[in-house]
């Protein structure tokens, strides 16, 4: 399975400043989701891990600042489970209809902008309730090893193992 990615496009960057289109043509939203501190959306519910699920929107989240990890998990794909340590460099990360998600930021916090591309049938009070990994092929997704993308030398790279062990630590 590869994850897109849709790249920025910087017009302009001094040590201080940098200036980009960070627009995806198809969409029709533009929400801000701030981490301000160590935290993950959506929250867990006492032990279990809780993710969001959508069925007429399809997600494309940047981080504007600092880094933030995602899972992704679809029993529907042939790899089913997916962890990205997201960074500004890397674009917007596209997240398919029906793909279990949840990300979460380490002590610096993150903020990401989402632009999704929503249909008619979009309602905000059922798109994003938190949902248990529950079913069967959920959990067989979630325990199945996962594909890593990271940004290393300035390139986008994908793999099966964890190259960011000491990284992970501070993360999770
Ligand atoms: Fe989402």
């Known amino acids: 399975m590869e994850l897109r990615f849709f790249p920025i496009n910087v017009f302009r960057e001094t040590p201080k400043v940098i200036f980009f289109d960070a627009g995806i043509d198809t969409s029709n939203g533009s929400d801000v989701v701030i981490h301000s501190g ?18 007429h929107q399809t997600d494309y989240n940047l981080v504007i600042t600092g880094e933030r990890k995602f899972v992704l998990i679809n029993p529907l794909w042939d790899e089913p489970h ?5 960074n500004r460099s890397m674009g917007a990360l596209e997240i398919p209809i029906g793909t279990y998600h949840r990300s979460i930021s380490g002590k ?63 993360l999770v």
């Open 38 to 55: 160590e935290a993950i959306s959506p929250p867990d519910d006492l032990e279990d891990e809780q993710y969001y699920v959508h069925y």
């Open 82 to 86: 997916h962890v990205i340590y997201l």
């Open 108 to 170: 610096e916090g993150s903020i990401v902008l989402n632009q999704p591309k929503r249909d008619k049938f979009f309602n905000p009070s059922k798109e994003f309730i938190p949902q248990k990994l529950d079913k069967i092929n959920l959990i067989k997704a979630r325990n199945s090893p996962p594909v890593y993308w990271i940004y290393e030398n300035n390139k986008l790279i994908r793999v099966n193992f964890n190259p960011l062990e000491r990284k992970i630590k501070t």
